[in-house]
C-alpha cells in the first residue's frame, strides 16, 4: 500500500511549482554539502597518507641511537634485532650536520650515512641519477642531494661541491644524482651519502650513528618500540616513526576533525532542508491525507508514507553527494589539479585519498539524519484536523 | 445494526471564541434505514457526519456502534472501522487525483490489506453498480462531477460496509445529475440492505427520504 502510495507521490506528477524547486534545492543542498564533506576528508585522508609514505619512505619504521653517543657495537645489535618476529631488516646509518657551498652559495645540510642497496629495495624515494648505471652509487665520495636542496645551490647536473667534513676543513665531492621523498622538509635539508664514505670523511672509526629498523608491518611500531626497549636498556634509546613524527599526524587528525565539523554542520544543514520540503508536501497533500484517514489508513502508515519520501529524498541526494565527491576528489588527485605550496605543506600538491569505510560512514550518517528528519517534520500530520479538510 | 449516538457535545475553537456546534445530540439509526440530515449552513451537519464515521473525536458523548463506542477503541482499529464499517462520500468528491477511478475504488481494499487481484475484482464491480466500467483507467481530472462522485460512490461501498455517510453528495452537481446520483445511493440502500446517513439542502431529494431530521440549535428534531 504504501510502496503504491510512494510510487504516485514521489515524483511530484502534476505538483505545483513551488513544490519542485523546494524539492529540487533540497536534492542540490545536500548534494554539493555530501560532496564537500567527502572532498574535504579526502583531502585531510590525503596529507596523512601522503606524510606517512613519505616518512616511511626516507625514514625506518623503529629508530635504534644510544644516549651517549656514537655506537661501536652495532654488528652484535643488528643480530639481536634481526631476531624480533616482525623485523624484515636492520641496518646503521651515521648523521652528521654540515655545510655544502658550491660557487659562493653556502646551505646548511644534513648528511645522511646509508646503505644505497637498503634504500634502493625498500624505499620509494624519487631518485634522479646525473650517471647512467650503478656508477653514480659507487663513485667514491658522491652525494646525493635532497631536490630543494639541490635547488638552492644551483645544482642541476653532475657537480662538484665543498662538504665541510671538520674544524674548517673542506672536501670537494661529487653531486651525482638528487632525490626527492615527496616532503619539503626532508628535500631541503637532507644530503644522502654511502655510509663508509661518511664515516671516511668525517674521521669516525668503525662506529654508526645508529641503526634502522624496518618491520613487515608500519603499523606493528608502537608495539615493537616496547619490545625492544625492554630487551634494551639505557643508553640505547629506541623510538619509531610514529612518535618522531607525533606532531604532523596530529595536525593532520586535528584537520579531520576540523573538516568533519565544519563541512558536516554544512551537511547537516542541507539535509534539515527536508523538513521544510516535507512540510510544504504535507501541506501540498492535505486533502488526500485526510481522505486516506477517511478511507481507513492508520496515521502511523501515513506518517510513514511521508518519512519514506523525506528518506528517498536523502537518500538520492547523499548517493548523488558521494559519487560527486568521489568524482572530484578521484581527478583532483589523478591529475594533481591543486598545486600548493611545498615550504608550507612540505608537499606540492594536494594529496587525495579515498577512504572508503569514511564514504561509508558519511552516506550512512547522512541516510540517518535524513531519516531522522522526515521523521520529524512528518510528525505534523498527527496534528492535522482531517475532518475540516473533508468539508 | 444500529448507530446510536448519546449526547454529543462538540465546539470548535474560532479566534478567542468557542462556537459549540453539537449540544447534547442523541439519535439512533439502524443499518437497513436511509436517513436525511438537513439544516441551516453551519449548524454541524457534516461535523456530525464526521463524528458518527470516527473521523472527530467528540467533546464528550458517545457514539455507539453495535453497543460499542468507537472512540473507546484503539487507533488501529477506529481506522479499520472507517476502512470495513463505514463508506463516506463527500460533496466535493475528495478523489485522489493522481490515481485512476479503478485504482482510486481499490484504495479502501488495499489499504484493509486485500491483495492486488481480489482489490482490482471488487473494485471493477463496485465500478460496474454505478456503470463506470468504460471509465477505469481514466483520472479524476478527466472526468465530469457526476461521474467522480459515482467513482467516489463506488468506492463507499467496495468494502460492503454497514452503512454509507453521504455529505451533501448532490450538492456539487447539477439538478439531473443529482438526482441520478442520489438514485444509485437509493439503488443501493435497498438493494444490499446497506444503511445511508446523508446530509443535504436539497428538499426535492428530502421528500424521497423516509426518516429525516432538521439539525437545529446543536440538536436534531
Known amino acids: 500500500m504504501i510502496k503504491l502510495l510512494l510510487n504516485k507521490y514521489l515524483f511530484l506528477k502534476g505538483a505545483g511549482r513551488a513544490l519542485k524547486i523546494s524539492a529540487v534545492i533540497t536534492v542540490v543542498g545536500i548534494s554539493l554539502s555530501v560532496a564537500a564533506l567527502v572532498v574535504s576528508l579526502s583531502i585531510a585522508a590525503g596529507?596523512?597518507?601522503?606524510?606517512?609514505?613519505?616518512?616511511?619512505?626516507?625514514?625506518?619504521?623503529?629508530?635504534?641511537?644510544?644516549?651517549?653517543?656514537?655506537?661501536?657495537?652495532?654488528?652484535?645489535?643488528?643480530?639481536?634485532?634481526?631476531?624480533?618476529?616482525?623485523?624484515?631488516?636492520?641496518?646503521?646509518?651515521?648523521?652528521?650536520?654540515?655545510?655544502?657551498?658550491?660557487?659562493?652559495?653556502?646551505?646548511?645540510?644534513?648528511?645522511?650515512?646509508?646503505?644505497?642497496?637498503?634504500l634502493l629495495s625498500v624505499s620509494n624515494i624519487k631518485i634522479e641519477r646525473f650517471e647512467d648505471g650503478e656508477s653514480a652509487f659507487r663513485h667514491a665520495d658522491a652525494i646525493f642531494l635532497g631536490k630543494a636542496l639541490a635547488e638552492r645551490l644551483g645544482v642541476t647536473g653532475p657537480t662538484d661541491v665543498n662538504l665541510l667534513v671538520g674544524n674548517n676543513k673542506f672536501k670537494k665531492i661529487r653531486v651525482t644524482g638528487i632525490f626527492e621523498s615527496g616532503l619539503y622538509d626532508y628535500d631541503s635539508q637532507f644530503g644522502l651519502m654511502g655510509l663508509s664514505d661518511v664515516q671516511r670523511l668525517y674521521g669516525m672509526k668503525d662506529q654508526v650513528s645508529g641503526i634502522e629498523v624496518s618491520l613487515s608491518d608500519p603499523d606493528d611500531a608502537e608495539e615493537m618500540t616496547e619490545m625492544m626497549?625492554?630487551?634494551?636498556?639505557?643508553?640505547?634509546?629506541?623510538?619509531?616513526?610514529?612518535?618522531?613524527?607525533?606532531?604532523?599526524?596530529?595536525?593532520?587528525?586535528?584537520?579531520?576533525?576540523?573538516?568533519?565539523?565544519?563541512?558536516?554542520?554544512?551537511?547537516?544543514?542541507?539535509?534539515?532542508?527536508?523538513?521544510?520540503?516535507?512540510?510544504?508536501?504535507?501541506?501540498?497533500?492535505?486533502?488526500?491525507?485526510?481522505?486516506?484517514?477517511?478511507?481507513?489508513?492508520?496515521?502511523?502508515?501515513?506518517?510513514?508514507?511521508f518519512t519514506c519520501q523525506g528518506v528517498s529524498l536523502g537518500v538520492f541526494a547523499s548517493v548523488i553527494g558521494v559519487f560527486l565527491g568521489l568524482t572530484a576528489t578521484w581527478i583532483i588527485g589523478r591529475f594533481e589539479l591543486i598545486r600548493i605550496e611545498p615550504e608550507i605543506y612540505f608537499l606540492s600538491h594536494l594529496p587525495m585519498k579515498i577512504e572508503w569505510s569514511m564514504v561509508s560512514i558519511v552516506l550512512l550518517t547522512a541516510v540517518f539524519i535524513a531519516w531522522f528528519t522526515s521523521y520529524l517534520a512528518s510528525g505534523r500530520i498527527a496534528s492535522l484536523n482531517i475532518s475540516e479538510n473533508l468539508k | 445494526m444500529t448507530f446510536t449516538v448519546?449526547?454529543?457535545?462538540?465546539?470548535?475553537?474560532?479566534?478567542?471564541?468557542?462556537?459549540?456546534?453539537?449540544?447534547?445530540?442523541?439519535?439512533?439509526?439502524?443499518?437497513?434505514?436511509?436517513?436525511?440530515?438537513?439544516?441551516?449552513?453551519?449548524?454541524?451537519?457534516?461535523?456530525?457526519?464526521?463524528?458518527?464515521?470516527?473521523?472527530?473525536?467528540?467533546?464528550?458523548?458517545?457514539?455507539?456502534?453495535?453497543?460499542?463506542?468507537?472512540?473507546?477503541?484503539?487507533?488501529?482499529?477506529?481506522?479499520?472501522?472507517?476502512?470495513?464499517?463505514?463508506?463516506?462520500?463527500?460533496?466535493?468528491?475528495?478523489?485522489?487525483?493522481?490515481?485512476?477511478?479503478?485504482?482510486?475504488?481499490?484504495?479502501?481494499?488495499?489499504?484493509?490489506?486485500?491483495?492486488?487481484?481480489?482489490?482490482?475484482?471488487?473494485?471493477?464491480?463496485?465500478?460496474?453498480?454505478?456503470?463506470?466500467?468504460?471509465?477505469?483507467?481514466?483520472?479524476?481530472?478527466?472526468?465530469?462531477?457526476?461521474?467522480?462522485?459515482?467513482?467516489?460512490?463506488?468506492?463507499?461501498?467496495?468494502?460492503?460496509?454497514?452503512?454509507?455517510?453521504?455529505?451533501?453528495?448532490?450538492?456539487?452537481?447539477?439538478?439531473?445529475?443529482?438526482?441520478?446520483?442520489?438514485?444509485?445511493?437509493?439503488?443501493?440502500?435497498?438493494?444490499?440492505?446497506?444503511?445511508?446517513?446523508?446530509?443535504?439542502?436539497?428538499?426535492?431529494?428530502?421528500?424521497?427520504?423516509?426518516?429525516?431530521?432538521?439539525?437545529?440549535?446543536?440538536?436534531?428534531?
Open chain 2, 6 to 221: 448519546k449526547d454529543l457535545h462538540k465546539s470548535y475553537d474560532k479566534g478567542s471564541a468557542s462556537i459549540s456546534v453539537l449540544k447534547g445530540l442523541s439519535f439512533s439509526c439502524s443499518e437497513s434505514e436511509f436517513v436525511g440530515i438537513f439544516g441551516a449552513s453551519g449548524t454541524g451537519k457534516s461535523t456530525l457526519l464526521h463524528v458518527i464515521g470516527g473521523l472527530d473525536r467528540p467533546d464528550s458523548g458517545s457514539v455507539l456502534f453495535d453497543n460499542e463506542d468507537i472512540y473507546k477503541k484503539r487507533d488501529k482499529d477506529l481506522a479499520g472501522f472507517r476502512n470495513r464499517t463505514v463508506g463516506f462520500v463527500f460533496q466535493f468528491y475528495h478523489l485522489l487525483p493522481e490515481f485512476s477511478a479503478l485504482e482510486n475504488v481499490m484504495l479502501p481494499c488495499l489499504i484493509s490489506g486485500m491483495g492486488k487481484g481480489e482489490a482490482t475484482r471488487l473494485a471493477k464491480e463496485s465500478l460496474s453498480i454505478v456503470e463506470l466500467d468504460h471509465r477505469i483507467s481514466h483520472r479524476p481530472s478527466e472526468m465530469s462531477g457526476g461521474e467522480q462522485q459515482r467513482v467516489a460512490i463506488a468506492r463507499a461501498v467496495v468494502m460492503q460496509p454497514k452503512f454509507i455517510l453521504a455529505d451533501e453528495p448532490t450538492g456539487n452537481l447539477d439538478e439531473a445529475t443529482g438526482n441520478k446520483v442520489f438514485a444509485y445511493l437509493e439503488r443501493l440502500h435497498k438493494e444490499t440492505k446497506t444503511g445511508v446517513i446523508m446530509v443535504t439542502h436539497n428538499p426535492d431529494l428530502l421528500k424521497h427520504i423516509p426518516k429525516k431530521y432538521e439539525l437545529k440549535s446543536g440538536a436534531l428534531v
Open chain 1, 47 to 118: 596529507f596523512e597518507d601522503a606524510y606517512k609514505k613519505s616518512i616511511l619512505d626516507f625514514n625506518a619504521h623503529i629508530m635504534m641511537t644510544k644516549d651517549d653517543g656514537e655506537i661501536s657495537e652495532y654488528n652484535e645489535l643488528l643480530n639481536k634485532l634481526s631476531m624480533f618476529d616482525g623485523v624484515v631488516g636492520a641496518t646503521p646509518f651515521v648523521y652528521r650536520e654540515s655545510m655544502i657551498i658550491k660557487k659562493g652559495v653556502v646551505k646548511g645540510a644534513v648528511i645522511k650515512g646509508v646503505d644505497f642497496d637498503r
Open chain 1, 229 to 305: 626497549r625492554v630487551e634494551f636498556d639505557y643508553p640505547y634509546q629506541v623510538t619509531n616513526w610514529i612518535e618522531l613524527n607525533g606532531p604532523i599526524f596530529e595536525a593532520v587528525k586535528l584537520e579531520k576533525i576540523v573538516f568533519g565539523i565544519i563541512v558536516g554542520m554544512m551537511a547537516l544543514v542541507g539535509i534539515f532542508n527536508i523538513i521544510g520540503t516535507l512540510v510544504l508536501r504535507i501541506l501540498y497533500k492535505l486533502r488526500d491525507i485526510s481522505v486516506l484517514s477517511a478511507l481507513g489508513l492508520e496515521g502511523r502508515l501515513i506518517r510513514r508514507l
